[in-house]
Every structure is written in structure tokens, then in C-alpha cells.
């Protein structure tokens, strides 16, 4: 199974709306002068989608992971650089989530990536995540450093 940016968040119709049966967050590493390098499931890829094996990706992609907190990249599968590349395919999307209705996201991180990239109201004019929307879904501030470390390189798809 290969990237899955268009399926990020994986819904099902149910009685009482939406449900949310799974997540394949990803995140996406961007350098000024280099090619951004997105990671999901523990396995790199190029913004086309193509494979990039461990042993290619950047030293810099491996140092902003490095910042990434503990949960961010467990939700993303952002491995040890020190551990061999034995995926030669990406590993398994996360197990089913089930429940009645949909409800918010648990942590930032998903309430990042469930921004919505047509709605401009979620976004400045920069194309970084607004901070009062993110202040909404979470009830608490969420300063653009914590943006930055949760997910890094994050911007507005379009």
C-alpha cells in the first residue's frame, strides 16, 4: 500500500452521520531549496508519491523528525534512523476506529491534519494553520511553536 494523502482521514456513513473508521496521518518535511519528503506509515516519500528508500532520505528530514514529540511521531510511523529499512512495503494503516457519531479529534495532531485546505477561515494568508481555529477544536491556546514541533513543514495543500 503506498502513500495515502488523499485518505488521511477515512470516513463511513453511518445512522447518525459520519463515523471515522481510520487514520493515515502523514507528515510533510520541506527545506527551502530541497525536495520536500513526506513520511506515513513509517515509509518516505517524494510529494509524487514515490518511494524514497531509508537510505536516501535527507539528513536534515531525519533532524526535524528528531523535533517531532514522541506522539507526533508515533502517528506518522517516523522510525529510528539507526533501524534498518525492512518495510518493503509500508507497513499496516492503524486498526479500525469505531464508534457511534464522530467526535473531535483527540490530539493536535489530528486536529491539524483535519484542517480543511478549501476552507480559507482555517488558514492564514501564509498557509500555516490559524491558530484561533486550532484554539476552538482544542479549548486551550496552541502556540505556533507547538504547530511547528507537532507537525513540522505543515502548510496548506493546494
Not at 23 to 35: E, H, L
Not at 40 to 68: L, S
Not at 100 to 123: Q, R
Request: hydrophobic share 30%; glycine share 12%; aromatic share 8%.
Amino acid at each position: 500500500m503506498g502513500l495515502e494523502m488523499n485518505k488521511v482521514h477515512v470516513y463511513q456513513e453511518g445512522e447518525r452521520g459520519n463515523v471515522l473508521i481510520s487514520r493515515n496521518p502523514y507528515s510533510r518535511f520541506i527545506r527551502q531549496g530541497s525536495t520536500p519528503v513526506i513520511c506515513q506509515r513509517g515509509v518516505f516519500y517524494t510529494d509524487g508519491g514515490d518511494r524514497i528508500p531509508r537510505e536516501d532520505v535527507p539528513d536534515w528530514v531525519w533532524d526535524q523528525g528528531a523535533k517531532m514529540t514522541d506522539e507526533g511521531r508515533a502517528k506518522v510511523g517516523f522510525p529510528d534512523k539507526s533501524e534498518p529499512d525492512l518495510f518493503d512495503e509500508p507497513q499496516e494503516a492503524p486498526a479500525q476506529i469505531s464508534g457511534d457519531a464522530p467526535g473531535p479529534p483527540e490530539t493536535l495532531v489530528d486536529i491539524i491534519y483535519a484542517l480543511n485546505g478549501s476552507d480559507d477561515s482555517h488558514w492564514t494568508k501564509g498557509g500555516l494553520p490559524d491558530l484561533n481555529v486550532l484554539k476552538e477544536r482544542t479549548g486551550r491556546y496552541v502556540s505556533r511553536g507547538e504547530v511547528k514541533e507537532t507537525a513540522p513543514g505543515f502548510r496548506r495543500s493546494t
